[in-house]
């Protein structure tokens, strides 16, 4: 049995929410930088990115959801970069006046095939109206919808993991008929099933490193753990209130994770810090980082750069908690797992609130970052970054 340990480790600090971590060797080249890159959006509606993939550094999207109307529901949201520029693909909407929304996309090894998913129907707690997952496939050339089984419940998908064409996870969280449970479905290259889980409540993040080695981690403390033939709940001992729930993979003894912990200010208030998680192949190891109060700090995505072993994550910041005056602001988090530097901050291009969602990483000097951000005029648009 996987056992988890807490581990305290002093890390000095930022003065703005980003670490970066910089080779000797780049000192004299250009130093990358953050900047807002256009994007499309819908008129009239809410627009929202929630997942992005990079198959390679001309070939990257994201995906989400438009915000309802008096007229018609939820609709799906994909949009491409093509290598100079961003623009909205015709995408799949099953329901007629329901709620669908893709929450997480992810490329298929060695392909320019791609998956994403999220959730469709009525958002209403009836057996004939029960939320289902939602499925869409890009095969090259265009998207398409996947049939999954009717389930006699409400389910929600959060995140999909690929291993192969035929090997696909995809996890999240059960609502009406069982709320609060986990949700595992595989796709086998012919169809998508449910798969049996020891419930570690909303699962919020998969990562895969082989068809025998698959993590799932959810906002709670617990993980789980695929072996290649059941999903098993592997205990921590951390001491913390919060755990990663997001993780990725590098190999199997090099798993990062990022989340938050609790911390109470003196008004009473509770806002979240920073919390890393790093599994060396025997256990997990956590680091807590230095109170950044009266700052709220959410991180709600990681990902990593394999050749050079960097880490990045992004979220938000929340300048304005126990003030009673928000600014919420992007985040990003860099580094290498154990030499921690202070790196350019993400541009922040709305008025009081921008966001960051998802984030991909490219290579070492090419991470993208999508979200949204709320105008002056009002309403809300996407929001998309690179950092090159």
Partial sequence: MRRLKFLALPVALLAMLVIGVRPAAAAAATTPSWHVVPSPNVAGRTNNLLGIAAISAKNVWAVGYLGA??????????????????????????????????????????????????????????????????????????????????LPMEAHVQALAAISANDIWAVGFLGCGSPGGSFIEHWNGQQWQPVATPNAGQLMSVTAVSSTDVWATSGSPLFEHWDGVSWSVVPTSTPLTGLPFSIVAVSANNIWGIGAYDVRLSSGEIIGEPLLGHYDGTSWTFTEYPSLAPVDVGLVRIGVDKI????WAAGHSDTGSGSGSNTVLPAALHGNGSTWSLAPSPVSVGTTTNYFTALAVVSATNVWAIGSYYPSQGGVVTLIEHFN
Avoid at 308 to 311: A, C, D, L
């Fill in 69 to 150: 109307t008096t007229t018609t529901g939820y609709r799906t949201l994909i949009e491409h970069f093509n290598g100079s520029s961003w623009a909205i693909v015709r995408s799949p909407n099953p329901s007629s006046f329901g709620s669908d929304q893709l929450h997480a996309v992810v490329a298929i090894p060695g392909t320019n095939h791609l998956w994403a998913a999220g959730w469709q129907g009525y958002d209403a707690c009836s057996s004939s109206h029960y939320i289902q997952p939602l499925y869409e496939y890009y095969d090259g050339f265009s998207w398409s919808g996947v049939r999954s089984p009717v």
């Fill in 308 to 311: 050079s072993g960097q880490v």
